[in-house]
């Protein structure tokens, strides 16, 4: 006889904490059991930690010290140097997605939530009456009615139900914690370089009294380049002070389509269902929103009078991250390889005629104008957009 548990979550990122907010909320007590292979927040975690203001704090009560500062400006660099400095309205934030990530845990702990830290799922079975079995690394096992995988994505859990794939699109990132800088506190910087990031971007985000700089390259370009020797490169050129407190290696899914992310009685979410911006990079708000509706979706099928029921949720929770996001992010994945076939002189050309604008004069709407016109070939690529 296995321990049981009405919800079993597996990863304690921002997918599988929001997943766990949402299903213990209510009247009803709920046996739910949280399980990472670690306690991410002892450990550095592989994120630049940016986000944009108003969807994070659409996506959950923002707590004063989850935010190590605020960001109100994007400096955009193109290939030969010129720089184009946009303020935004609504900003963003770097956050501390260690204190974020602990406090959630905390707080699912005094709801009754059940954790075990330091345990590594390998498995999860097909469902028998019922119930599925989540097999740890030390042969031990737990059992209950519904599973969310929130383990990022290169767990491959669900290999029983064909319920796992290697993301099509996976691409491999690479950052360093650094100090000696005196970047401005209030602005990110993003790089367009097919020299120090192919098919991707670099970045430099302010983080306290250090940065973290890093790049993400296009999965094309995976095995072809030595993604180390280009942050290093990158660094050489633009950050010679900067004095590297430690580098960090991380991989984003960044293919967004309609892969399957729920069946009866288990759901994928965050990373783990690719749901992260396919352009942008970012993920974390979107694990949050897709964690919110796992834990919720999660519910509705410990609810459920039968298989048909359970079916019938795991359709609606596709359809319900599709109409939040999903969607759109299918369309940015239709256009993401316009953008990589951008040549430099192309973003030359662009930055140059905005960085004659002044501050005030720098919309997005005048960006996206601009960068349509000296971009003849970002427009034929937008052409899926209409
Ligand atoms: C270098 C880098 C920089 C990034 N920068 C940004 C950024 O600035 N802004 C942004 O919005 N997004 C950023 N992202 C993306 C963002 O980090 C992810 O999209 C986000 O973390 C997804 O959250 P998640 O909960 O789905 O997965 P994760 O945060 O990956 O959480 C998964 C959890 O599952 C646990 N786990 C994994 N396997 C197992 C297992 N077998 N058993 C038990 N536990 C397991 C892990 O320990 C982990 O704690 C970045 C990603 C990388 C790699």
């Known amino acids: 006889m296995q321990e049981y548990y009405d919800i079993i979550i597996i990863g304690a990122g921002p997918a599988g904490l929001s997943a766990g907010l949402h299903a213990s909320n209510g009247t009803t007590r709920r046996a739910i059991l949280l399980i990472d292979k670690i306690a991410p927040w002892e450990h550095t975690i592989q994120c630049a ?14 707590r004063p010290n989850w935010v190590r500062q605020g960001i109100g400006k994007a400096s955009f660099h193109a290939p030969d140097g010129v720089e184009v ?17 602990r406090d959630i845990a905390d707080d699912l702990a005094r709801r009754g939530v059940t954790s075990r830290f330091g345990c590594a799922v390998t498995r999860v079975s097909g469902m028998k009456n019922f ?19 929130a383990a990022g994505p290169i767990a491959g859990l ?8 290697k993301p099509p699109d996976l691409e491999p990132a690479y950052f360093a914690l650094a100090e000696g800088l005196s970047l401005p506190a209030d602005t ?9 990031a192919p098919g991707g ?26 993604i180390r020797r280009l942050l290093d490169a990158f660094l050489q050129h633009h950050f010679r002070e900067a004095s590297i407190i430690k580098y960090y290696a991380g991989t984003i899914p960044c293919a967004a389509g309609r892969a399957k992310m729920a069946l009866p009685g288990f759901l994928k979410a ?63 994945s239709r256009v993401k390889p316009a953008f990589a076939d951008v040549p430099d002189e192309d973003y030359n050309a662009a930055t140059a005629a905005l960085s004659g604008l002044g501050p005030d004069k ?7 104008k601009a960068a349509l016109g000296r971009f003849p070939r970002l427009l034929w690529g937008l052409r899926h957009m209409v």
């Open 158 to 165: 669900g290999r029983e139900d064909s319920f796992t794939r």
């Open 49 to 62: 930690e940016a986000v944009g203001r108003r969807g994070f704090e659409e996506a959950i009560a923002v």
């Open 362 to 368: 720098l919309t997005m709407f005048r960006i996206f």
């Open 188 to 196: 990110v910087h993003i790089y367009m370089s097919r020299e120090f």
């Open 270 to 332: 965050g990373d783990a269902a690719s749901t992260v911006n396919p352009i942008s990079r970012s993920g974390i708000t979107e694990a949050l929103v897709c964690g919110e509706l796992a834990g919720s979706h999660a519910v509705r099928m410990l609810e459920a009078s039968g298989e048909r029921e359970m079916q019938k949720i795991a359709v609606a929770y596709e359809a319900a991250w599709r109409k939040k996001r999903g969607r759109r992010h299918e369309k940015l």
């Open 131 to 149: 119930r599925r079995i989540v097999g740890f690394a030390d042969g031990s096992a737990v059992c209950g009615r519904v599973v969310i995988d």
């Open 201 to 226: 971007y670099a970045w430099a985000f302010p983080r306290g009294k250090s940065a973290n700089i890093g790049i993400v390259i296009g999965s094309a370009f995976k095995g072809k380049v030595n």
């Open 85 to 101: 400095i946009y303020t935004d309205k609504n900003g963003g934030y770097i956050i501390d997605r260690a204190a974020m990530q």
